[in-house]
């Protein structure tokens, strides 16, 4: 992924990283806090957070076009390291408290259903885009 | 587009030729005369020797450290030209910038499919798979007309 690619690849990121923290930090207060209510700094700190969340991108960035293997382990790092990186904003807030397993593992889980979620969309766009080239490449050279 | 194809046979001392009668160039009729233009054969080297290849027997020209290859059904040969020369000759033809550092020829794509990261992967008809780049999707859509 070149540099032009990433920051666009960064800026669309961010606002899907806002919602999905926005979304995981309701169903999550649902679960273990229901009364709780937010301030002006926690949704500063959403914002950071998404913002923190964008910045492992950087991992894919390369002079070369990278293979399909290079990409996949590229895309696990990724995963880990943003993992990490949300985990430690969320415990330095105190939205997540390291030393309950319970809350890490909700935490966590809630981090890779988003990223899986959001996987999931754009594989089913890029399918039905792929879909329509097909048929039109069909269409015009093999007719 | 609907055209009528002509085909008249040459009066004697008259040379043989291609006329377009037509009320407006369109993207159309460019592809087809860009096509005509593209019998020329691009020049391209395999070892020292020196070949003339059709564009249409390319399936796509890649370039890796610095040096311009064009890959064919089963064969590689180098060009001298840079990948912006050739994508500027090929211009209005099937070849479509694809990433960085390739340039495919679209009638070679037997199927597309989603790749990892928002990147997309052709199948050609030889069996090769090439990375195709998000970013330069939108000239493919536009091509097709999608």
Same mark, same amino acid.
């Given at each position: 992924?070149?540099?032009?690619? /990433?920051?666009?690849?960064?800026?669309?990121?961010?606002?899907?990283?806002? !919602?999905?923290?926005?979304?995981?930090?309701?169903?999550f207060?649902?679960?273990f806090?229901?009364?709780?209510?937010? !301030?002006?700094?926690?949704?500063?700190?959403?914002?950071?957070m998404?913002?923190?969340?964008?910045?492992?991108?950087?991992?894919?960035?390369?002079?070369?076009?990278?293979?399909?293997?290079?990409?996949?382990?590229?895309?696990?790092?990724?995963?880990l390291?943003?993992s990490a990186m949300l985990l430690y904003f969320a415990s330095l807030w105190d939205w997540v408290m390291l030393n309950d397993a319970k809350e890490v593992a909700v935490f966590l889980t809630s981090v890779?259903?988003?990223?899986?979620?959001?996987? /999931?969309?754009?594989?089913?766009?890029?399918?039905?885009? !792929?879909?329509?080239?097909?048929?039109?490449?069909?269409?015009?050279?093999?007719? | 587009?609907?055209?009528?194809?002509?085909?008249?046979?040459?009066?004697? =001392?008259?040379?043989?030729?291609?006329?377009?009668?037509?009320?407006?160039? !369109?993207?159309?009729?460019?592809?087809?005369?860009?096509?005509?233009?593209?019998?020329?054969?691009?020049?391209?080297?395999?070892?020292?020797?020196?070949?003339?290849?059709?564009?249409?027997?390319?399936?796509?020209?890649?370039?890796?450290?610095?040096?311009?290859?064009?890959?064919?059904?089963?064969?590689?040969?180098?060009?001298?030209?840079?990948?912006?020369?050739?994508?500027?000759?090929?211009?209005?033809?099937?070849?479509?910038?694809?990433?960085?550092?390739?340039?495919?020829?679209?009638?070679?794509?037997?199927?597309?499919?989603?790749?990892?990261?928002?990147?997309?992967?052709? /199948?050609?008809?030889?069996?090769?798979?090439?990375?195709?780049?998000?970013?330069?999707?939108?000239?493919?859509?536009?091509? /097709? =007309?999608?």
């Open positions: 992924m070149h540099i032009e690619e /990433l920051l666009k690849t960064m800026i669309r990121s961010f606002f899907i990283i806002t !919602t999905g923290i926005t979304v995981s930090m309701y169903v207060c649902l679960l806090y229901p009364d709780v209510s937010f !301030t002006l700094d926690d949704i500063g700190r959403i914002l950071l998404a913002f923190a969340g964008d910045l492992p991108h950087v991992i894919f960035l390369s002079h070369k076009e990278l293979s399909n293997k290079q990409m996949l382990i590229r895309k696990i790092i990724h995963l390291v943003l890779w259903a988003v990223y899986a979620i959001v996987f /999931l969309m754009t594989r089913h766009q890029d399918k039905k885009l !792929t879909y329509k080239i097909n048929n039109k490449l069909k269409e015009r050279y093999r007719s | 587009m609907d055209l009528k194809i002509v085909i008249e046979e040459p009066q004697d =001392g008259q040379e043989e030729q291609i006329i377009i009668k037509c009320r407006e160039m !369109t993207a159309e009729l460019l592809r087809i005369l860009a096509l005509l233009k593209a019998q020329d054969a691009l020049v391209a080297y395999d070892g020292n020797k020196i070949h003339r290849i059709k564009p249409n027997g390319v399936y796509y020209i890649e370039v890796v450290d610095n040096k311009t290859f064009l890959y064919c059904k089963n064969e590689v040969y180098e060009s001298k030209q840079k990948l912006y020369e050739l994508e500027e000759a090929l211009a209005n033809t099937d070849f479509l910038r694809v990433s960085k550092s390739v340039i495919l020829n679209m009638s070679k794509i037997k199927s597309l499919r989603p790749a990892l990261s928002g990147r997309f992967e052709a /199948l050609l008809d030889n069996g090769e798979r090439i990375i195709v780049s998000r970013q330069y999707m939108i000239d493919l859509k536009k091509r /097709l =007309g999608i």
